[in-house]
């Protein structure tokens, strides 16, 4: 697949992969991975962490990968096709994922409280959908003061990890302490909604604020390169860049492909073929400043970038502009990142199609794999313009497609040394992404696989991951507060279905809560029923 330098033509039927899933294998009250000869997988660390009376499994209808069919071009169905037949997934059970006692070990008592009552807030989906109104509310009725200080000493407290670089300190030596590695997210987001009256040409205050808002992006590549290990930088492009001139190159791009309009082979020269001079201005602006981002990183050698995925209607922007820094960037270290939505139905396709361009044109790959975050927006502005949703018809399409897309990027991760980042909050999707890297013989902390959850969020994940010795790391926001209640709000809404289904989270921190009151209370303690030798030894 050549790269364009005008346009290019889709179209054929490409047919997904069927994969089947083999089950655990109880070992010795272990839960065992198996080869396909039938031996115990070695290194499998589920054979570390034993499990009790496991039971052997059998896997359902839904547990089972329908056949998709999906449109492509002829190369890119090539490109999807294993050899031979795919290899069964077995699901690797790692206790801590289970286990409130090791997953929570570096929560005090206090953080348990409240962060066990902060998510019972978020589960409050009036509360959720409307705390925008509310958070207006309350600073009439209260004053900003008021309101910033009790945010500041809740959510912001759960969710962020400071308010300046200087502030992440804590947060970030808490985390190296247990294996986990900190990524630095920058908290500021910039308006994307649909404007009235776009900006025609640039606007020298909107400029400069797109020039100050590289500074904290450079700031934590400093910081995150004086870390151990490989340090990870989040950017948004909305942040140093104009919004409708992103949304008049993504309508173009996907006047002509969704899937691969976005790959031209010099895109400063092209957009200097489609924008009108002030528009190539605000364009060119927005290159200079990624590439400078891209470029600090680059010359550090342990940081990579994570360009964050934004709405459907600017991805294909974003989508170039990442294309464009892996080109430059990514020849001999997977530096930069793009990020993939799977709960777009068009995102497996471009995985591939990505892929295939960086084979053929010889850079490497970086991916972090998410869900999405923009659901109802998503949704809601399609109803309102009158065209098809672009977001999967039910949850279990997503898992799927998330799967899928975890399955596609991690083979080529193992065959050609490409970067992927495995970010989710579903355990089961987790713990096939382990199963997947034994089975492919990938180790832990060498294969370029890497796991990443939100702080306050998932910590029996990541914990777990962490302390077992895979590459496990937290987004940790930071920037003052009044900047970062508009992120946590965001974050709030468009993901108040996964915020109100952290039952098994909520469920375990209940758990742990309870164990600590029962072994810390002189009272219970008297009560509790004595084992035999003591009883004798007492004697």
Known sequence: MALRAQSASQAPRQLGYLCSRSWSRPCGGHSAVYTAAGEPQVGSLSLLFPIGNAKTHSPGPDQTWRQQDIQDTAALTRAAEFEGQPSPLTPCKLQGFNDPQLAFRAKSTGQLMQSLAIFRACSVKPLVQNADVLLV???????????????????????????????????????????????????????VSDSPAPIQCAD??????????????????????????????????????????????????????????????????????????????????????????????????????????????MQPAIDAVVIHLQQKFNRQTPVVFNTYQCYLKDSHQRVVADMRLAKEHGFLVAAKVVRGAYIHLERERAADMGYPSPIHDTLEDTHRNYDRCVKEMMSQVKAHGFEMMVASHNQASVETAVALMHEMGMHATESGVHFGQLLGMADHLTYTLGGSGYQAYKSVPYGPVEETIAYLLRRAKENSDMLGGVGKETSMLKSELWRRIKCNNPVAQLFRKQPAEAMLAGA
């Open 137 to 191: 509310a309350a600073k009439k009725v209260l004053g900003p003061a008021v309101v910033t200080s009790v945010v500041r000493h809740t959510f912001f407290k759960q969710f962020c990890g400071g308010e300046c670089e200087r502030s992440l300190s804590p947060t970030a030596n808490m985390l190296r302490k247990h294996g986990i590695r900190p990524i630095l997210n920058y908290a500021a987001e910039d308006d």
């Open 204 to 313: 020298t205050a909107a400029e400069q604020i797109c020039d100050r808002n590289m500074l904290p992006f450079l700031k934590s590549i400093e910081d995150s390169a004086r870390g151990e290990g490989k340090g990870f930088v989040a950017a948004k492009v909305t942040c140093l860049g104009d919004c409708d001139m992103m949304k008049e190159v993504s309508a173009h791009f996907s006047s002509i492909s969704r899937i691969t309009g976005h790959h031209v082979a010099d895109l400063p020269s092209y957009l200097a073929t489609v924008l009108s001079p002030c528009r190539l201005q605000l364009a060119l602006s927005m290159l200079r400043r990624m590439e400078t981002v891209a470029e600090a990183a680059a010359t550090k050698g342990n940081v990579r970038l994570l360009i964050d995925a934004e709405h459907s209607y």
